[in-house]
Nanobody, 122 residues
Framework: DVQLVESGGGSVQTGGSLRLTCVASGAAVSSYCMGWFRQAPGKEREGVSWIAGSSRNDHAGPVKGRFTISQDNSKKTTYLQMNSLELEDSGVYYC?????????????????WGQGTQVTVS
């Protein structure tokens, strides 16, 4: 099994930045498609960003140009750098791992999930 632990959430003003960290144990992150998802109160969980391997990654439309996803395989860590934060970015952010390299932002393809970290933009 893969265990995922997120950190780095917090409260920030609009226009500010945060970096979320997801540390995996039990497997190498390079073997998985790693995704970040978020859920705002009263809304469904939605995909934010994903990364598979060293060269494949993408972001959902609302965060393109503002968020960057990256990985440090030696540390089994996936990062989500969030810049120019907007009120709509608030929510609980979840890290997830899928054994399917093509999972992208298809939530059903993700097997392992972290407990989430709260991001509040005001």
């Amino acid at each position: 099994d893969v265990q995922l632990v997120e950190s780095g959430g917090g409260s920030v003003q609009t226009g500010g930045s945060l970096r979320l960290t997801c540390v995996a144990s039990g497997a190498a992150v390079s073997s998985y498609c790693m995704g970040w998802f978020r859920q705002a109160p009263g809304k469904e969980r939605e995909g934010v960003s994903w990364i598979a391997g060293s060269s494949r990654n993408d972001h959902a439309g609302p965060v393109k140009g503002r968020f960057t996803i990256s990985q440090d395989n030696s540390k089994k860590t996936t990062y989500l750098q969030m810049n120019s934060l907007e009120l709509e970015d608030s929510g609980v952010y979840y890290c997830a791992a899928s054994p399917a390299q093509w999972a992208e932002l298809n939530q059903r393809s993700y097997t392992y999930w972290g407990q989430g970290t709260q991001v509040t933009v005001s």
